[in-house]
């Protein structure tokens, strides 16, 4: 278990560094809901953090969590990491990146997360991040993406039951490769000036 920690840490380091110019110089922080760590919440950890550092997160159930305005790497260590809240990134400045690895995984029965992207004009990447259906109501959008001209996903998944919308955007530029972005009858759409460059998984069809 050890070793595969150690791995994971190396990984979310090696891609803080190429994400970052100014990487070499952040804090590492680290996430633990059972307080062996510097932080027992994701948000917490969030509002401590300065532009450019790194947050690793650990096992445990987290709430919603909420990034505005911080170039932050923010990577979720192991499949133990669990949350019934949204993902929210928000107000980017130009020059600032976002970069999110390993999406926390749904917690069974829970409500979340969604990810929800938003006013960002720096630039967004999402790696290694799962979405999937959960008891989200009619019409729940799993993942929002918004004012937003640089946003890219690689490795990660976004799943729709058949009433749910999987992906929306608004106003946004988004790359791919976006695997399995619709699944069982779920939705793609856009709304106003929007690309959804890659391969999204079925047709962009304007809602």
Same mark, same amino acid.
């Given at each position: ?38 932080? #027992?919440? $994701?948000?917490?950890?969030?509002? *401590?953090? @300065?532009? !450019?550092? /790194? ?5 445990? &159930? ?34 600032? #990146?976002? $970069?999110?690895?390993?999406?926390? *995984?749904? @917690?069974? !029965?829970? /409500? ?5 992207? &938003? ?89």
């Amino acid at each position: 278990m050890a070793g595969g920690w150690n791995v994971a840490v190396r990984v979310a380091i090696t891609l803080a560094l190429a994400s970052f110019p100014a990487a070499a110089r952040a804090e590492v922080l680290v996430v633990d809901a059972d307080g062996s760590a510097d932080f #027992t919440t $994701l948000q917490a950890a969030i509002d *401590a953090a @300065r532009d !450019g550092d /790194l947050i690793l997160v650990r096992h445990g &159930d987290y709430g919603a969590a909420k990034i505005v305005g911080k170039g932050l790497h923010l990577a979720v260590l192991g499949d133990d990491v669990v949350t019934s809240g949204d993902v929210e990134l928000r107000n980017l400045a130009p020059g600032q #990146t976002v $970069l999110l690895s390993g999406l926390p *995984a749904t @917690r069974p !029965g829970g /409500l979340g997360p969604r990810l929800i992207i &938003d006013g960002c004009a720096g630039s967004v990447r999402i790696h290694g991040c799962r979405i999937d259906p959960s008891l989200q109501p009619l019409g729940s959008v799993m993942a929002r993406v918004s004012n937003s001209p640089d946003v890219l996903f690689a490795e990660s998944s976004i799943r729709a039951d058949d009433r749910q919308v999987a992906l929306e955007a608004d106003d946004a530029a988004i790359g791919g490769p976006l695997d399995g972005a619709v699944v069982g009858g779920g939705e793609v759409g856009h709304r106003g000036s929007c690309s959804v460059r890659g391969s999204i998984g079925v047709a962009v069809r304007a809602r």
